[in-house]
């Protein structure tokens, strides 16, 4: 048991839990209780555009009926910005910030494709051109290289120049980047471990890198399968995965749990959601989780 263990789950509002995020919030939480540590929720609500009206208290009311018990109180992105405003003053007192003035259409003709979009290929990392204004902040990455062990997936090294290039930390909107915001409230709140999905492993690379450039310790990093449909797309609100069933709380979870391999006796699924946390708490195996299966059909 780890007293000190903190995890957390983290959705963006962006629409209504689904089998893809209940994963990741099951895999979090029984990572988090069967080691005897706290679980906390935080809502990602930074981009105003992606968040959709009523979704942030729709979530909470999803993961109540599902019967997760978070510790403490639910904290927000929105109200952390001044946290987030000391992190890029102090990367940009080192050095490590420039402003960035290259459009999408610019990034479009001139960026190769990594895995979160177009690799930055450093058109302003020595001087913006005359006449343009800046659209973002960027992070400088020249070297960077990230080494870490994976919970699940094992040992990960990125190049991060040449599979990320220089990140943005802050747009013109006024829109404080994932990876900055990420990075600082996960070091600022305690947390020691971070289990979410494989599409995120690239995002810690540059979480760690984040953390790294300010000093402060990275938490230990675990990436979970991605349920995926039929045609192999992961489920978001962009594939239009449905909503969690909520008239059938018991199915849904033992439904995720089938998918981290984790199956219930038939026996333990009755119509009490806390009784089928407190089975999988108990019974909860991570080393089953496929190890290198970074996506799987959703059951």
């Excluded at 902040?137 to 062990?149: M, P, S």
């Excluded at 699940?152 to 990876?179: I, K, T």
């Amino acid at each position: 048991m780890n007293p000190h263990y903190r995890g957390r789950f983290a959705p963006t509002p962006s629409g209504p839990l689904h089998f893809g995020s209940l994963v990741a919030a099951a895999g979090s939480y029984l990572e988090a209780k069967s080691n005897g540590g706290e679980w906390h929720v935080r809502i990602d609500d930074l981009d105003p555009p992606r968040v959709a009206p009523g979704a942030t208290d729709a979530i909470l009311r999803c993961l109540e009926a599902l019967g997760f018990q978070w510790d403490g109180a639910v904290t927000f992105q929105s109200l952390r910005r001044d946290a987030y405003h000391a992190a890029l003053h102090q990367l940009t007192a080192h050095g490590l910030v420039y402003p960035c003035g290259c459009s999408r259409k610019d990034l479009a003709e001139a960026a190769l494709i990594g895995s979160e979009g177009p690799v930055y290929p450093g058109t302003c990392r020595t001087t913006m051109s005359r006449g343009r204004a800046a659209r973002a902040l960027r992070l400088r990455t020249a070297g960077a290289q990230v080494k870490f062990e994976d919970g699940f997936l094992g040992w990960q090294e990125c190049d991060l120049e040449r599979e990320a290039g220089d990140f943005v930390l802050y747009r013109a909107d006024g829109v404080f980047s994932f990876h900055l915001a990420a990075a600082v409230d996960d070091a600022e709140q305690g947390m020691t471990d971070v289990v979410r999905g494989a599409d995120l492993l690239e995002s810690s690379a540059r979480q760690i890198y984040v953390l790294k450039c300010l000093g402060l310790r990275a938490p230990h990093y675990a990436h979970l399968p991605i349920a995926v449909d039929a045609r192999g797309e992961k489920l978001s609100k962009q594939t239009h995965a449905a909503p969690l069933d909520l008239a059938h709380p018991v199915a849904e979870i033992v439904r995720a749990l089938r998918f981290l391999d984790q199956p219930p006796p038939e026996a333990s699924s009755a119509d009490n959601v806390h009784a089928v946390w407190e089975w999988a708490t108990r019974n909860w195996r991570p080393q089953h989780i496929p190890r290198k299966a970074v996506s799987r059909p959703a059951v």
